[in-house]
């Protein structure tokens, strides 16, 4: 194994626990714009994904790159996808207190 494998790995697994400890710790008020901030970050990683796909010589490389932009892209897709459900959640809510002012405001 050469050291820049052996350091690749090693940023790839701390990376890893230090997403995994921020992650966790975030208040779940604060998931839908940590959710939106993902979603651009991941757009980027796609956009590199091809850019690296484009550029590869052979079959592996390009299998890769491939694999590495459906990947990409079915993230963004479900990040827009959870980030949706949860802005529809608020909506609801918001929408069903109209509701109750509405009615309270005909009753008086």
């Given at each position: ?8 790995i ?12 921020v ?20 757009g ?5 994904a ?14 890769l790159?491939?694999?590495?932009v ?10 827009f ?8 959640m ?19």
């Amino acid at each position: 194994m050469s050291v820049e494998l052996v350091l690749g790995i090693y940023v790839f697994i701390l990376a890893m626990f230090v997403g995994f400890e921020v992650i966790s710790r975030v208040p779940s008020v604060l998931h839908t714009p940590l959710m939106s901030a993902t979603n651009a970050i991941h757009g980027i990683v796609v956009l590199g994904a091809m850019l690296v796909a484009g550029a590869a010589d052979t079959l592996l490389l390009q299998a890769l790159g491939f694999i590495a932009v459906v990947f990409g892209a079915a993230n963004v897709f479900g990040g827009f996808v959870v980030t949706d459900r949860m802005l529809e959640m608020f909506r609801k809510r918001g929408a069903e207190l109209d509701k109750e002012t509405q009615r309270k405001a005909k009753n008086a």
